[in-house]
């Protein structure tokens, strides 16, 4: 044969000449855009939508999750579609899940912080590989967030060897700190036993994004950089904002850059008294 047709069968093509709305891909196609605006459907993921709390954590418009929802409900906002439905869900829940913070950003927030790095760190880093490294920060920031969280508290980053939290009730602060320097102590790594410290200090730091910065936030540091290996260390201020009687204290001696002088900081063990 000759000729265009003849052509493709000499090379073997096969061609389709039924009508498009009797294809296999079309009817499917069809069928799913059926589905996507049939009203029941779109009915139950609104309501299944309703049910997600919202995220307050930051002013609307601002995230890049607010973006994308954005974009989802623009796209063809005259059609009922249960595909924008569910992927306006899925943002929302993205949102509920990464907010862990009931604060705007920029407002001065009452909080107690808290900062821990392992002491030691970097000799036993060096002889000990990578794969023995990882595998001890893994550890350690696991135990520190299981710590953090069970007390109300969240963490509000990872800093190479240490971490830093934050949390509303000093009494939780102190108790949490202290849990997290003894869940590290027990933790082993092919005979290496990690020592956490850890600093607490309360004041009004600001939230920036899912960041706290200010003066408060540089003294909390501070003081943790004066803890010893297993020690806790707790500010006058945290100290006021807790139930200071539940805690053996010991004035230590602290003099550090950009701290108030009148500042007064505490070596701070938990009381197990008898009967208590």
Not at 77 to 97: I, N
Not at 209 to 230: E, H, S, T
Not at 261 to 276: C, Q
Request: charged share 25%; with cysteine.
């Amino acid at each position: 044969m000759t000729g265009t047709d003849g052509d493709a069968v000499a090379s073997g093509e096969q061609r389709d000449d039924r009508p498009a709305a009797a294809r296999p891909s079309r009817r499917a196609a069809d069928a799913l855009a059926r589905s996507d605006a049939n009203a029941g459907a779109v009915r139950a993921a609104r309501a299944a939508r309703s049910l997600i709390p919202d995220s307050r954590s930051a002013p609307p418009g601002g995230r890049a999750s607010d973006r994308v929802a954005r974009l989802i409900g623009e796209s063809r906002p005259d059609r009922p579609s249960v595909l924008r439905e569910l992927g306006l869900g899925a943002v929302q829940v993205w949102q509920a899940l990464v907010s862990r913070r009931p604060f705007r950003d920029d407002d001065p927030v009452p909080a107690t912080i808290l900062f821990t790095d392992l002491v030691g760190f970097s000799t036993w880093a060096l002889d000990a590989g990578d794969d023995q490294v990882l595998r001890l920060l893994a550890q350690v920031n696991d135990v520190t967030e299981s710590v953090v969280t069970a007390r109300a508290g969240s963490v509000v980053k990872q800093l190479g060897d240490g971490s830093m939290a934050v949390f509303l009730d000093g009494t939780e602060a102190i108790e949490a700190a202290y849990e997290a320097i003894c869940a590290v102590s027990a933790l082993t790594i092919d005979g290496y036993r990690p020592q956490l410290r850890a600093g607490l200090h309360t004041g009004t730091p600001r939230a920036v994004g899912d960041d706290f910065l200010g003066v408060d936030v540089n003294i909390a540091a501070r003081v943790a950089d004066a803890a010893g290996p297993g020690e806790l260390l707790v500010s006058d201020a945290t100290l006021a904002s807790a139930d200071a009687e539940k805690y053996h204290r010991r004035r230590r001696r602290f003099k550090a850059k950009g701290v108030p002088r009148d500042l007064e900081v505490f070596a701070v063990v938990p009381r197990y008294d008898a009967g208590t």
